[in-house]
């Protein structure tokens, strides 16, 4: 899967998760969009690893900076 | 019917709106570990059930702060019902602490905890508890042998289970909800996710907080009233297999070799709930003698005849059945479970009935009770022996509708039916019943107090009270106990507190008779005035006029008063 493919299937999470188009790149993070807190990170993280069909680990989890970041392990992972 | 199991969905309910006709429940959830997600997926889950669901999510591992010290924040919020979860997990984290003398005796510890939160609890406030049981959990340090070992975290798991069962049978307010059995449908690796537990304390996966949640959620519902009382079934292809008119007797599928296992097993499952007091009926597109004839005639059939309260087979549409069904058994639509194999007509009978519960039976019979286990339409706080009888006295009841419908008139009806009355003062055997009917009776209900088992104890043991209880038998069976009498003594009247009558019993002569009572008692007991009073509420309309019909006077606010000496006593075909 390339870099495009994985931001058109995230876009479509987002959008599920926080009930509108959510503008994704690299540098996106948390705090850039509305209702991203610690709960909704979890549902996040979950629905990701569902759709990818793959684990981030603990670690990445709570330290994962940014899109870019998400965006590498989901591709090393998948 | 369809069940939203997905977490981001139910979530996403939170913040919908609720309307006039969603019931308000509301719920505090106390944990040792984080219980945010849980009470989101609880309030999502409720919002399906038309429950506007008020969740105070209290801070987690503060169960000591929040069960003993009566001024709590818990208490404070003064809710219907407390969700205790205390989980396997934060469990075992206190179990590896221990030393072998303190593991071997865990269980014990841990009930004793338990048993002093829930009488906290009570002495503190009339919230319900309810008690999620522990998941399974195999600490590997010992491989299966631990199973066999005291000192082992999975054996002392399983004591605690069994001791929060043997528990919670002897405490009245307390539910035990089966949160293991749902570890084991899911199983424990889609259940419980690591990562999650050591970044936000959850031990309960977002796959499985929606059946976490549906399960309180399930007896939530019945606490609201939300009961389901009957089964109506089709016959073919849902009962056994093949088709009765074409496939003939013995050409069917049912008993104990192939497909026929799958139809046999539903149908022990559903004798199952018919013992347990769940009422079952047919109604089928069939001539009624080929309908009836493997009930009569083959020999591998689970069910017969005298199983089902009402058996109806003709060519109507189903939907004019099922409402001649609830008719004849006279409960709520709401109450009732359509089970047909046949989406065609599932669909016609659901759009014509909304209320009716129809559930989207699988295709593969070897599902369906798988299906329908999943779906959990039975849950119930309650269970006595009299209700494995219900599904006989629903027979009798719908035996007498045939006998009055041969009958000239009503009178002659009721003539034949010899019915005979016992009026008896609350003793030990009755109470638990007693308080039950002032639960649950709704329609002829004069003023709808509900009593617990205590308060009718205290109430049968207090002089100040006159109790009676009304049981009727006629020459088809009994009705049972099917009336309530409290009556008040005041300085120079009776104060009519409860008066009440199960709808199975109405227009037979027993409002009558029971009116006759009331005045022999105040006579025998001296007093000159009975006083009556009627509380509307959305349900017992039926009885707004009840006190005049019976020759009460209407001195206003509600308030009939009865001049004892002046009473006619009132026909009735009822014996004494």
């Not at chain 2, 129809?358 to 798988?370: I, R």
């Amino acid at each position: 899967m390339n870099r495009e493919e994985v931001y058109a299937k995230l876009s479509e999470i987002f959008e599920d998760v926080f009930d509108k188009k959510v503008e994704l790149n690299e540098e996106t993070q948390a705090k850039d969009v509305d209702g991203w807190d610690s709960l909704t990170h979890i549902t996040l993280i979950a629905r990701i690893e569902d759709a990818f069909d793959m684990k981030f680990t603990m670690h990445e989890v709570l330290n994962m900076k940014n899109l870019g970041e998400m965006v590498d392990i989901i591709i090393r992972e998948s | 019917m369809g069940l939203v199991m997905d977490y981001l969905a139910l979530s996403k309910n939170c913040k919908k709106k609720t309307d006039d006709s969603f019931l308000n429940y509301s719920l505090a959830v106390v944990g040792t570990s984080s219980t945010q997600l849980l009470s989101c997926a609880l309030k999502g889950y409720a919002y399906e059930e038309g429950i506007a669901l008020n969740v105070f999510d209290a801070p987690y591992n503060q169960l000591d702060a929040q069960f003993l010290d009566q001024d709590s924040s818990l208490y404070k919020e003064n809710p219907n019902a407390i969700l205790l979860y205390i989980s396997s997990e934060s469990l075992q984290t206190e179990f590896a602490a221990l030393d072998l003398d303190a593991k071997k005796d865990f269980a014990n510890t841990v009930m004793n905890r338990l048993v002093k939160y829930w009488d906290a609890i009570t002495k503190n406030s009339k919230a319900k508890i309810l008690q999620y049981n522990f998941v399974n959990i195999n600490s590997s340090i010992f491989g299966s042998y631990g199973i066999s070992l005291e000192y082992s975290f999975e054996y002392q798991i399983s004591k605690l289970n069994m001791l929060l069962m043997d528990n919670a049978q002897n405490n009245s307010g307390v539910y035990v909800v089966d949160l293991n059995n749902q570890q084991s449908l899911i199983g424990r690796n889609s259940f419980y996710d690591d990562k999650f537990y050591y970044v936000a304390k959850m031990p309960i996966s977002t796959k499985a907080l929606p059946y976490a949640a549906k399960i309180v959620i399930d007896v939530i519902k019945i606490f609201l009233g939300k009961i389901k009382k009957c089964i109506i079934l089709d016959l073919d292809n849902t009962l056994w297999g093949g088709v009765i008119g074409d496939d003939g007797l013995e050409n069917i599928q049912i008993g104990e070799l192939g497909i026929g296992q799958a139809y046999s097993d539903f149908q022990r499952w559903l004798k199952s709930l018919k013992q347990r007091g769940i009422i079952l009926a047919v109604c089928s597109k069939n001539e009624v003698e080929i309908a009836k004839l493997p009930f009569e005639k083959h020999p591998d059939m689970v069910l017969r005849l005298d199983d089902f309260a009402c058996f109806v087979a003709n060519w109507d549409n189903k939907a004019a059945n099922v409402i001649s069904i609830q008719k004849t058994l006279n409960i709520g639509m709401d109450s009732i479970v359509f089970i047909d194999d046949n989406p065609f007509e599932r669909d016609q009978v659901k759009s014509a009935i909304p209320e009716l519960c129809v559930p989207d039976m699988p295709q593969d019979a070897a599902l369906y009770v798988k299906y329908l286990k999943e779906l959990n339409l039975f849950e119930t706080v309650s269970f006595s022996l009299e209700d494995s009888k219900r599904n006989d006295l629903y027979r009798v009841e719908a035996k007498r509708l045939e006998l009055e419908k041969d009958s000239v008139n009503y009178d002659d009806y009721l003539k034949n039916l010899e019915m005979e009355a016992k009026c008896s003062t609350f003793d030990s055997f009755s109470i638990p019943r007693v308080s039950q009917l002032t639960q649950r009776s709704n329609q002829f209900n004069l003023r709808t107090i509900r009593y617990s088992v205590d308060d009718i104890e205290r109430i049968s043991k207090d002089d100040n009270y006159i109790t009676r209880y009304f049981n009727l038998k006629d020459k088809l069976g009994e009705y049972g106990l099917i009336s309530v009498l409290i009556m008040k003594k005041e300085n120079d009247y009776l104060f009519i507190d409860t008066l009440l009558m199960s709808c199975r019993v109405l227009k037979r002569g027993m409002e009558e008779f029971i009116f006759n009572s009331i005045a022999t008692i105040a006579k025998e007991l001296g007093y000159k005035k009975v006083v009556g009073e009627y509380i509307k509420t959305e349900k017992n309309a039926m009885v707004e006029n009840l006190y005049t019909t019976m020759g009460y006077e209407d001195v206003g606010n509600n308030r009939f008063v009865l001049d004892v000496d002046n009473y006619k006593s009132k026909n009735t075909y009822i014996k004494g």
